[in-house]
């Protein structure tokens, strides 16, 4: 049987730096390093109207520390994000190694189906995430005084506010600022739980997971109740996978295994024995913890932390919505360069924008962490399920991981996946519905763009004329050839530009040398150099050219088209006139499309960035040509 590790592709090497090990600890931990905050005691709270005992304790920490071990160290650390798409990591990049696998159109739809509401989830859950984890923070400054009580939510907005204001810096700026702190949090709550489990050490019992299942066993209905609060030890498992193209496998894995998972698995083991000590102690075990001196200080720490908790989740959705672009599920969006040696920090000020209005939404609306913690959880367990699924197609299509192999290693991940989610279910009404709202909605955003483009390049093809039939005309043709470079933009490389028909059209003149320039978008995060450019000679003085990319990278034209020249054709930048059309999208007499999905469509198409600001072409060597498009 080969071995699974050199069956996958795998990704650049970065070098494994200590400012790439602080970034990942201030970007990726910081969602799922604050759980001690409420994890352990909002399920323990499900059996506590008749006391706590001492193996119901025992029960719950189980549950709790082999989540962590099964749900991110087992399917996380150690399979999904093997499953790399060459360094790019994500619910969609999944899902471009599970559809190159397939054959089948219906299965690779499928595969997308899967993929797009993943990805939906996600950025549900990146909505709500900032919204419980600052909200939460901010609450915690009532500890120290009952002043604050009015001033919760007006605190909570500024520090929303000023989260997104310093996206814009990066997330190796941010990451540098952040990893500090949170390597202080990390410490800090290792070593109080170190501290009561050297006072009790009988709570290392729990590691076995016999209590656990005895603690099913016995509880039944209402241990599957009380999943859907175990769950929240394990919210931010994703962003570890969406957030790998950030900094690369490596770091992520070495920072859980030797430095994150030894400080949760202290800390809720600390708390555990606290419990055991003294059941009172439920009330808040994670700050008694700390002697009454260590308190307000604790606060202050855990204020910092859960604020740069939501920052996971930022970052994630920042390459999960350039995938979407480069992948057809969303229309063209500001992308902005960080970094000038990592491809993969970006920002994205649309998104940003979006995620902070959402999360100002949620925090008016809900007004407390409590109210939200419903809503807490549906959204990160789907993508869990979600991602488990395109796992199995990956695994056995991909990797040639037997079915019998994959089923033993996968089907057990799901079924847990399942039980989480089902469990948050009953939190729907309460609350639940908002990220399955969130979900739905964009899921009918992106199914619109996707089906609106479908129906675009199908109608340019019936309508427009065939590249070849236009080439063999054009000999015999009297139309002048004009000094300069003509370069059309074209999305079908077969068929002649719809701008260069109504140029001839318009102004009866060709250029001498014409180039028809086409991008396409592979499945792979970057498209190596010698694969970048593929020229071809169609007739004397006009040329094709395909531009590849992967989802991960940016489209730069003039760049690549100054490039030229290495493959012996004459491209002088001042001289090109750069021809676009612009689609101007109108109802069919028998339309493809509902009519508010036509009208979402056009939305969407209208508020697009522009081709020239997304493919960087100087806008002042820019000619649109307008054309108007029934579907």
Request: hydrophobic share 50%; with cysteine.
């Amino acid at each position: 049987m080969s071995n699974p590790e050199a069956d996958l592709p795998q990704g650049k090497v970065r070098p494994l730096t200590s400012a790439a090990l602080l970034g990942v600890l201030g970007v990726v931990y910081g969602d799922i390093g604050t759980s001690p905050l409420y994890a352990f005691k909002t399920a323990l709270l499900h059996f506590a109207a008749d006391g706590i005992e001492r193996w119901e304790v025992l029960g719950v920490l189980s549950l709790v520390f082999w989540s962590l071990v099964i749900v991110v160290t087992i399917k996380y650390v150690l399979l999904i994000m093997r499953a790399d798409n060459k360094g790019e990591g994500g619910i969609l990049a999944l899902m471009a190694l599970a559809q190159r696998g397939l054959e089948s159109p219906r299965l690779r739809w499928l595969a997308a189906l899967i993929g797009i509401a993943g990805a939906c989830l996600f950025f549900g859950d990146g909505i709500i995430t900032p919204a419980i984890s600052v909200l939460s923070a901010v609450e915690g400054l009532k500890v120290i005084s009952p002043v604050f009580e009015d001033l919760v939510i007006p605190i909570s907005l500024v520090c929303i506010l000023g989260l997104f204001i310093v996206q814009s810096r990066g997330t190796q700026s941010v990451g540098a600022v952040f990893g500090p702190v949170m390597t202080m949090w990390f410490l800090v709550i290792g070593g109080l739980g170190a501290w009561h489990i050297a006072e009790q050490p009988e709570v290392l019992y729990a590691l076995s997971p016999v209590h656990a299942f005895t603690f099913c066993a016995s509880y039944q209905l209402a241990a599957f109740v009380a999943l859907g609060s175990v769950v929240l030890a394990v919210t931010g498992a994703e962003a570890l996978y969406a957030d790998m193209g950030h900094f690369g496998r490596r770091p992520i894995e070495l920072m859980w295994t030797t430095f994150v998972l030894p400080a949760l698995a202290l800390n809720y083991f600390g708390q555990g024995a606290l419990i055991l000590a003294d059941p009172a102690a439920l009330e808040n075990p994670f700050y008694l913890l700390a002697p009454e001196w260590f308190r307000l200080p604790l606060v202050v720490l855990a204020t910092a932390a859960t604020i740069i908790a939501s920052q996971a989740l930022i970052s994630g959705a920042y390459s999960v919505a350039r995938q979407c672009v480069q992948l057809g599920f969303l229309p063209r969006l500001v992308v902005r360069h960080t970094s000038e040696t990592e491809e993969g920090q970006i920002y994205l000020p649309q998104i940003n924008l979006a995620l902070c209005v959402g999360v100002l939404v949620l925090v008016l609306a809900f007004k407390n962490s409590d109210s939200l913690a419903a809503a807490y959880g549906i959204a990160v367990t789907g993508t869990f399920i979600c991602t488990t699924l395109l796992a199995v197609v990956v695994f056995n299509r991909r990797f040639g991981w037997s079915w019998p192999r994959v089923l033993a290693c996968f089907v057990p991940l799901l079924l847990l996946d399942l039980a989480f989610f089902a469990a948050n279910l009953l939190k729907v009404p309460e609350g639940g519905w908002v990220p399955l709202v969130l979900g739905a909605a964009l899921f009918g955003l992106m199914s619109t763009w996707n089906r609106g483009r479908t129906l675009l390049f199908a109608r340019f093809r019936q309508d427009s004329l065939p590249l070849k039939s236009f080439l063999a005309r054009l000999p015999q043709s009297r139309t002048i050839r004009v000094p300069g470079i003509a370069v059309f933009m074209t999305g079908q490389a077969d068929y002649v530009p719809g701008a260069l028909l109504h140029n001839l059209k318009h102004n009866k003149v060709l250029h001498e040398r014409v180039l028809f320039v086409t991008v396409l978008t592979e499945d792979i995060p970057e498209v190596s150099a010698d694969r970048r450019r593929e020229v071809s000679e169609l007739a004397p003085g006009i040329h094709r050219v395909i531009l590849r990319y992967g989802f991960h990278e940016s489209p730069n034209i003039p760049r690549e088209l100054d490039g030229l020249r290495q493959a012996g054709v004459e491209f002088e930048q001042m001289q090109a006139s750069y021809f676009l059309g612009r689609e101007t999208v109108v109802a069919a007499v028998v339309p493809k499309m509902s009519r508010w999905r036509q009208w979402v469509f056009t939305l969407m198409s209208r508020n697009a960035v522009p081709a020239t600001e997304f493919f960087r072409i100087p806008s002042d060597r820019v000619v649109e040509l307008g054309v108007r498009v029934a579907i």
